[in-house]
């Protein structure tokens, strides 16, 4: 097997296989010096702790080599109305009484954050809390880890994992590197000159500058945006999602920070701005900091102007990345011998930190589709499907974003309430002003995101109002209101007892 392309999606996949596999599959990776990374996957799902637990790492092992920090939720900022917040948390949502939680709230709303009734993750985010307990111990007797947990990230969506992480990708690229080449995987530094195919159409080698040939059996294309061998190639169609997702730039910055005077959040910020929104990553040394906007509405240099004015004095001296994004899907990413991984397979924007979970799930499907015997076409159509639901649900997930926002000040937001929308999410969109959310009115295939999630962005966004279960003006709304005044009770308590961020990771650096 010849890896093209390093970076984090290369290294992932070459470090899960050789986990998976060991000395059983040859793995070659193939990485140019010349290509950098993109750099906006810093961010990631809860789920991606399966990752590292199959690799048998724990997060002493990696998290400061990485200036790794925790992610209990997304933030969201004035994608209502300036100066409003709320919050995607990584946390189940709770039923009374067969109902889910958010819709006693829209019937007896206790307060006016239906985050904070909700969820308990709401008040540790805005307290600025670790999951942690300085001594390693998680925030609850619930999520502790046990042995037997399901292993990959679709059997996990019963049960949800508090917290997620922020890394510096190139470094924990740099970290699977070691980890990988350590358990016998060749890595080839060197530029490919041409992408040899034989009769059939199947790549049979690599031609590369220094190197010479290179030969595989099957070959995964982790060249990022180019897809070097999947789209240019092997000439696989693209199938582009800018229809109903406006935003198709980026321009990055990486910004210094000091651990010991400023705060480090606990979640990911997202700031809708003028023409798209700018994120905001906290890492143990530095933020990470972008403006993701649509270049038909805003020039690269305007939007690197706002961004600088945005972060403040902070980023006076910090190079700037402009990034044009590809936003959109291979009409298929297993194409006769080569598997498109990353970004070569598709991206749909870093709203809700997508990117990672990709990778992630992509390897997964790889490994339980594995041709170990001969290339059968029903292993392949399996792999396939599966990534294809997986971008088109997240996909229509984002569009909710936009549509749903209530801020239409200006040209850019009052076009996302009329953009097109994939096919079923119009019907899904009347459903729900009737009902919130449930597992029989979103998207059906398996996507990464439990319905608990479309509440939280319909409830937040506020542009699409959604009226409580006629249902519950029959039923006793006591253990509702009991079930919120006990979150209450337990995030004080929490809050109260656990360190913030700063504190639990400089004890973590001082152990490590």
């Not at 007896?108 to 008040?123: G, K, L």
């Not at 059939?200 to 031609?207: A, D, I, K, M, P």
């Not at 397979?345 to 015997?373: D, N, R, Y």
């Amino acid at each position: 097997m010849v890896v093209v392309g390093g970076g984090t999606a290369g290294w992932m996949t070459a470090a899960y296989l050789t986990a998976a596999f060991g000395e059983r599959v040859d793995i070659t990776v193939v990485e140019s010096a010349d290509i950098g990374a993109v750099g906006v996957g810093e961010a990631t799902f809860s789920d991606i702790r399966h990752f590292f637990e199959f690799l048998g790492l724990a997060e002493r092992d990696w998290m400061p080599a990485c200036n790794a920090t925790y992610k209990l939720a997304v933030r969201f900022e004035n994608w209502r109305q300036p100066g409003h917040h709320f919050y995607h948390p990584f946390e189940q949502l709770r039923s009374v009484q067969g109902f889910p939680l958010t819709d006693w709230w829209l019937r007896h709303p206790t307060t006016d954050r239906f985050d904070v009734d909700c969820f308990v993750m709401a008040s540790l985010c805005d307290a600025g809390r670790s999951p942690r307990y300085l001594d390693g111990r998680l925030l609850e007797q619930e999520f502790v880890e046990k042995d037997g947990l399901p292993s990959t990230i679709a059997e996990y969506q019963g049960a949800q994992f508090p917290y997620a992480y922020h890394f510096e990708a190139h470094l924990l690229a740099k970290y699977l590197t070691r980890y990988a080449t350590q358990r016998g995987v060749t890595h080839v530094v060197d530029t490919v000159r041409e992408v040899a195919l034989d009769e059939r159409g199947w790549v049979s080698h690599l031609e590369t500058a220094e190197h010479g040939r290179i030969d595989g059996d099957i070959f995964v294309d982790c060249t990022g945006f180019r897809g070097l061998l999947v789209n240019k190639a092997l000439a696989e169609p693209f199938v582009s999602y800018q229809d109903s997702l406006p935003n198709d730039s980026a321009v990055a910055l990486q910004v210094p920070m000091d651990m010991d005077k400023d705060p480090i959040r606990p979640c990911t910020t997202a700031t809708a701005q003028d023409a798209g929104w700018i994120w905001t990553i906290p890492l143990i040394s530095r933020l990470g900091t972008g403006y993701v906007y649509a270049r038909d509405y805003l020039e690269p240099e305007e939007a690197e102007r706002t961004l600088r004015e945005f972060v403040g004095p902070a980023a006076a001296d910090a190079p700037a990345n402009h990034i044009r994004m590809r936003i959109g899907r291979s009409r298929r990413s297993w194409v006769n011998n080569v598997v498109a991984i990353g970004l070569s397979s598709g991206f749909v924007e870093p709203l809700e930190s997508t990117g990672i979970f990709f990778i992630h799930h992509a390897i997964e499907q790889l490994v339980k589709f594995f041709p170990a015997t001969g290339f059968d076409p029903q292993l392949q159509e399996g792999y396939n499907s599966s990534v294809q639901h997986v971008m088109d649900g997240v996909r229509e997930f984002l569009v909710l974003h936009y549509r749903g926002a209530k801020r239409a000040d200006n040209q850019y937001w009052r076009d996302t309430k009329t953009r097109a929308v994939p096919d079923g999410l119009a019907e899904r969109l009347e459903a729900w002003r009737s009902k919130v959310p449930d597992a029989g009115s979103t998207y059906p295939r398996y996507h990464g995101l439990p319905p608990y999630s479309y509440n939280c962005i319909l409830l937040g966004t506020g542009g699409i109002e959604t009226l409580p279960s006629p249902a519950l003006d029959l039923i006793d709304e006591k253990p509702a209101l009991a079930e919120f005044q006990a979150i209450r009770h337990k995030a004080r308590a929490l809050v109260a007892a656990l360190p913030t961020q700063n504190e639990y990771f400089r004890r973590m650096r001082e152990g490590s």
